[in-house]
């Protein structure tokens, strides 16, 4: 089994709708996925939990499929969304000065892939 691990750092809406899409299409297929939202892409994070905003419904599906892995701590309290990450009840990784790291997902055999 394939074992990718989405670091997705870009806040831009249009580009982090394709790491929801990619994540879903991959875990479609069977791969292990895991999405970590690091930089700008943290602040995203309030706004794509709004109903009926775009690519919120993404946003959900991959919420659900428990796809979203980690969300970086120092970028989102830089940000200023740690509260709403807390509040979404998402899982923050902070083993890197603050950051998650793509080193512990490669000594797990993942891949990376980064937006």
């Known amino acids: 089994m394939r074992k990718i691990a989405i670091f997705a750092f870009n806040g831009d809406p249009m580009c982090f709708v394709h790491v929801l899409l990619n994540a879903l299409d991959m875990n479609g297929k069977g791969w292990d996925v895991k999405l970590v939202i690091e930089g700008s892409a943290t602040k995203l994070i309030p706004e794509l939990d709004k109903e009926g ?32 990450v807390d509040r979404q009840n998402l899982p923050v990784c902070a083993e890197l000065k603050g950051h ?12 990376i892939l980064t937006f």
Not at 54 to 59: G, I, V
Not at 100 to 111: A, I, K, L, N, V
């Open 53 to 84: 905003v775009p690519f919120s419904e993404l946003y959900r599906k991959v919420r659900e499929a428990g796809l979203i892995d980690c969300v970086c701590k120092a970028c989102s309290a830089k940000m200023g969304v740690l509260a709403d």
């Open 100 to 111: 998650p790291s793509m080193g512990r997902y490669m000594d797990e055999g993942f891949e």
